[in-house]
């Protein structure tokens, strides 16, 4: 079945700088792969996607890349800030239920102190 | 104005009860899920709906049934509540043929 495996956290960062959480996953077919993000005490947020091989999804200065020739997604950020403060969660969805179930990720805890 | 709404935000209750928790999404979402999330943050699917019909029925005890009166709404009812019931659970929604969910804030459920 399908699977997706983050890094172990906790992530403990200082200000500015960078980041990478690694994300790998396995799926039959051609998956969407997300980046969620989770607040304290809040939902889970989208943060970027990408549906297709060599796709970069990016938002508020947070980057991913679709490779698909080693099966992975992983979260890039160039200069971290104490607001980044969260759980990101690795996804993907199922394309045998039209890209609509999404298998996540067991969540990366990150801190960054200033 | 919030998406998707999940209410009641905390819930405590004792073993044995009966409780449910309501949702409802206001973006003309086709699929609504419901994902529970442990106290080591892993989330894992429950149930899915598609336009009032049970698409996704994983693993889950039977005393766990969801129930959804039309596609904006799919409610979560629990019959006699376990310890190991206690978690968070998160209603999410989206649209059909489009990958990614809109998540609502969540319910904490805490069984006593």
């Known amino acids: 079945g399908n699977s997706v495996t983050q890094m172990e956290g906790p992530v403990t960062l200082s200000e500015e700088a960078f980041l990478t959480i690694n994300c790998t996953y396995t799926a039959t077919g051609y998956p969407s792969l997300f980046w969620y993000v989770q607040y304290p005490g809040e939902g889970l947020q989208l943060l970027l996607k990408?549906?297709?091989?060599?796709d970069k999804g990016s938002n508020k200065g947070f980057e991913a890349t679709y490779r698909k020739e080693t099966t992975s997604f992983h979260l890039e950020k160039g200069s971290v800030q104490v607001s980044d403060s969260a759980v990101y969660f690795c996804a993907l969805s199922d394309p045998n239920f039209g890209n609509e179930k999404l298998t996540f990720g067991t969540g990366t805890r990150l801190t960054i102190i200033p | 104005d919030t998406a998707v709404s999940q209410t009641p935000k905390y819930l405590v209750t004792q073993m044995g009860n009966d409780k449910s928790i309501k949702c409802e999404q206001n973006?003309?979402?086709?699929?609504m899920y419901w994902y529970k999330q442990d106290s080591k943050k892993f989330l894992k699917i429950m149930f899915s709906y598609n336009n009032k019909e049970l698409i996704i029925n994983e693993t889950v005890p039977n005393r766990f049934s969801p129930k959804s009166p039309d596609k904006a709404h799919l409610n979560l009812h629990i019959n006699s509540l376990e310890l190991g019931d206690s978690a968070v659970y998160f209603c999410?929604?989206?649209?059909?043929?489009?990958?990614?969910?809109?998540f609502g804030s969540g319910t904490r459920l805490t069984v006593v």
């Open positions: 990408a549906t297709k091989a060599d």
């Open positions: 999410a929604s989206s649209r059909q043929g489009i990958a990614g969910y809109t």
């Open positions: 973006l003309g979402h086709d699929t």
